[in-house]
């Protein structure tokens, strides 16, 4: 089962330049106990983008070229998905913008952090999707600095 773990802003921003438009650290730690002791699946530009594997998780990466340092390199995404997505165990889909299009319409859960903020220069958009197709949990609102947002869980029908 795929589950998908976001952090966009109004219009969906997630990345400028390979690197996070928001640096929130309550959402951080809200993706550390999120995702700690899962599998992690990204995309390689995500993985180019953090500073060395995430500690306590399978560092899965998807290339069509060797990566270095992952816990596992895949280059053919329609067999894993076809083996994982109907599984019980829960595989964390972190990014980036190409691999979250690729994997939504598999994807269970969408543990998405809403931030009420715009970034005009963005280069990298989280998917549309259809709020209809999914149930939608508040987990909680926070605030940090000048951001406001909204850690929000939605699960397909
Ligand atoms: N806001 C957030 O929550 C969040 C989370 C994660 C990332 N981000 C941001 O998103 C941006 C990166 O996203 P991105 O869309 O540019 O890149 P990405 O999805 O992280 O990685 C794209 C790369 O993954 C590989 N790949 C993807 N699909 C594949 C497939 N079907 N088969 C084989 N390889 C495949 C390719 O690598 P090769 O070229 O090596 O084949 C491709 O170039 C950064 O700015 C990052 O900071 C934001």
Do not use: C
């Not at 895949?74 to 019980?88: C, G, V, Y």
């Not at 949990?137 to 926070?142: E, N, P, S, V, Y």
């Amino acid at each position: 089962m795929f589950s998908i773990i976001a952090a966009i802003g109004k219009n969906h921003e997630l990345g400028k330049n390979n690197s996070l438009v928001f640096h929130i650290k309550e959402d951080m730690r809200f993706f550390r106990d999120t995702t700690k002791g899962h599998k992690v699946l990204m995309g390689h530009k995500t993985w180019d983008s953090l500073p060395g594997k995430l500690p306590n998780r399978k560092n899965i990466v998807i290339s069509r070229n060797p990566v270095e340092g992952a816990d596992l390199t895949i280059s053919d995404l329609p067999t894993f998905i076809a083996q994982n997505k109907d599984t019980n165990e829960e595989i964390f889909v972190i990014g980036g913008g190409m691999v979250y299009n690729e994997l939504l319409k598999y994807a269970k859960n969408l543990y998405l952090t809403e931030v009420d903020a715009a970034i005009s220069d963005a280069d990298t958009f989280f998917p549309n999707f259809n709020q209809n197709e999914y149930k939608k949990t508040i987990i909680k609102k926070g605030s940090e600095d000048d951001l406001t947002y909204t850690f929000a869980k939605y699960i397909k029908k």
